[in-house]
């Protein structure tokens, strides 16, 4: 069955520091991975989308590394901003169908 | 302001009650992906359009129902309303319906619909 897990569930760290959020999925056969950011109350934005032969792509101060053969991915952020409070997910496309399997989300807590 | 426009923002309404909510796509774009969200859950994908033909099915229920029409805006029915239909809808459009590496998919600000 495709699915998408994340972790840690939800994470609390001080302004400034960096984070890591991490994504296993059992999609197969694999097209595209995407790490989306979701404001409370917003629609999700996206902020990285990789494919098979891509190992990491950064956007600003979100850097998203892609292992293949492992089936993980992880989003790290750095020098951490209040603006950075939000869920963040990962999302799957099935090259089968290219149906997007959601993960369900880390909420991460940036605190003053 | 992403592009994709939903209406509307807020309804409130009863149980056993009907209601539509309306989906504009960024111009441009041919699909529309509609979603669920209730508190605190992660997203479930209910039904794509590409084009004005459904073009993927999720977990709708019967008692939903949506279109696209030839000018490309959509919408989503809910009908027979339950409690446990409160919840954020939101609306995504692409330019292709294939979620191929470099479709991206845009999403609205959401309608929040309470069921009381």
């Known amino acids: 069955k495709n699915q998408v897990e994340q972790s840690p569930q939800s994470l609390i760290i001080l302004e400034g520091k960096n984070c890591t959020l991490q994504?296993?999925?059992?999609?197969?056969?694999?097209?595209?991975l995407r790490w989306y950011k979701q404001d409370t109350g917003r629609g999700p934005v996206s902020l990285t989308i990789?494919?098979?032969s891509e190992n990491t792509k950064s956007n600003g101060r979100y850097t998203a590394t892609l292992d293949a053969d492992t089936k993980q991915s992880s989003l790290h952020i750095t020098a951490s901003q209040l603006s950075d409070s939000a869920s963040y997910i990962c999302?799957?496309?099935?090259?089968?169908?290219?149906?997007?399997?959601w993960g369900a989300g880390t909420k991460l807590i940036i605190k003053p | 302001d992403s592009g994709v426009t939903q209406t509307p923002k807020h309804l409130i309404t009863a149980t056993g009650q009907r209601v539509t909510l309306r989906c504009s796509p960024r111009?441009?774009?041919?699909?529309v992906y509609w979603y669920q969200q209730s508190l605190d859950q992660g997203l479930q994908f209910l039904i794509q359009?590409?084009?004005?033909?459904?073009?993927a099915k999720g977990n709708i229920l019967e008692r939903f129902s949506a279109q696209q029409f030839p000018d490309l805006h959509s919408e989503l029915n809910l009908s027979s309303l339950e409690l446990g239909d409160s919840a954020l809808y939101f609306c995504?459009?692409?330019?292709?319906?294939?979620?191929?590496?470099?479709?991206?998919?845009?999403f609205g600000a959401g309608s929040r619909l309470t069921v009381l």
């Open positions: 995504a459009s692409s330019w292709t319906g294939v979620n191929s590496g470099a479709n991206v998919l845009t």
């Open positions: 111009s441009g774009d041919l699909s």
């Open positions: 359009y590409y084009n004005g033909e459904e073009r």
């Open positions: 994504c296993n999925y059992t999609v197969s056969p694999f097209s595209n």
């Open positions: 990789m494919t098979f």
């Open positions: 999302v799957v496309s099935a090259r089968s169908n290219y149906q997007l399997i």
